[in-house]
Nanobody, 123 residues
Framework: QVQVEETGGGLVQAGGSLRLSCAAS???????MGWFRQAPGKEREFVAS?????????YGDSVKGRFTITRRRGVQNTVDLQMNSLEPEDSAVYYC????????????????WGQGTQVTVSS
């Protein structure tokens, strides 16, 4: 089994920055990883994903140019999500996900999920 754990999150003012981190551990896999978010009353939304090699990266339209996903060098299955120029609309629970398959942009592309971390952006 694979465990996915997010760290980071919290409260920040509009225009500020936060960094989320995620590690997938357990069964030995080379995982593609992604971030999704879900605000109350809304569907889960794709944020960003990155392939196992880091060679393929995708972003949701609402975060392009503001968020950056990177793989941490030398650390297996660990990614960071740097979030800049945060807006109140970015407030949500952010979920990290991992897959032993190819990188995707839909929730069903990922088999393993973390519990989520809250990000709140105040206006």
């Amino acid at each position: 089994q694979v465990q996915v754990e997010e760290t980071g999150g919290g409260l920040v003012q509009a225009g500020g920055s936060l960094r989320l981190s995620c590690a997938a551990s357990g069964r030995a896999i080379s995982a593609a990883m992604g971030w999704f978010r879900q605000a109350p009353g809304k569907e889960r939304e794709f944020v960003a994903s990155i392939s196992w090699s880091g060679g393929s990266i995708y972003y949701g339209d609402s975060v392009k140019g503001r968020f950056t996903i990177t793989r941490r060098r030398g650390v297996q299955n660990t990614v960071d999500l740097q979030m800049n120029s945060l807006e109140p609309e970015d407030s949500a629970v952010y979920y990290c996900a991992a897959t032993a398959g190819g990188v995707g942009v839909k929730p069903y592309d990922f088999e393993y999920w973390g519990q989520g971390t809250q990000v709140t952006v105040s206006s």
